[in-house]
Nanobody
Framework: QVQLVESGGGLVQAGGSLRLSCTAS????????LGWFRQAPGKERGFVAA???????GYAESVKGRFTVSRDNAKNTLYLQMNSLKPEDTAVYYC?????????????????WGQGTQVTVSS
């Protein structure tokens, strides 16, 4: 059973930074495609960033230049560094994992999910 556990969420003022972490209990972590998604109240879960096994990354247009996704295979951990945060970034953030060689951007493409961590950006 694969488990993903997010941490690092919280309350921050606009313009501030947070770093989210997601630790995975999967032996094939280094070969996994990983992603970050977010869901605000009343909205669908949407793509934020993805990183595949060779560290190729992809980002939603709304976070490009502000967010950075990375992975540490030795620690089985996925990260999301979020800078210049805006109130519209407020959401529950989820990490996701699957096998495969590419970066995946749709929620239905992922098999395993974390429980989510709340990020609130005040104006």
């Amino acid at each position: 059973q694969v488990q993903l556990v997010e941490s690092g969420g919280g309350l921050v003022q606009a313009g501030g930074s947070l770093r989210l972490s997601c630790t995975a209990s999967v032996r094939t972590f280094s070969h996994s495609a990983l992603g970050w998604f977010r869901q605000a109240p009343g909205k669908e879960r949407g793509f934020v960033a993805a990183i595949n096994w060779d560290a190729t990354t992809g980002y939603a247009e709304s976070v490009k230049g502000r967010f950075t996704v990375s992975r540490d295979n030795a620690k089985n951990t996925l990260y999301l560094q979020m800078n210049s945060l805006k109130p519209e970034d407020t959401a529950v953030y989820y990490c996701a994992a699957r096998g495969g060689q590419y970066s995946y951007t749709l929620p239905d493409e992922y098999k395993f999910w974390g429980q989510g961590t709340q990020v609130t950006v005040s104006s």
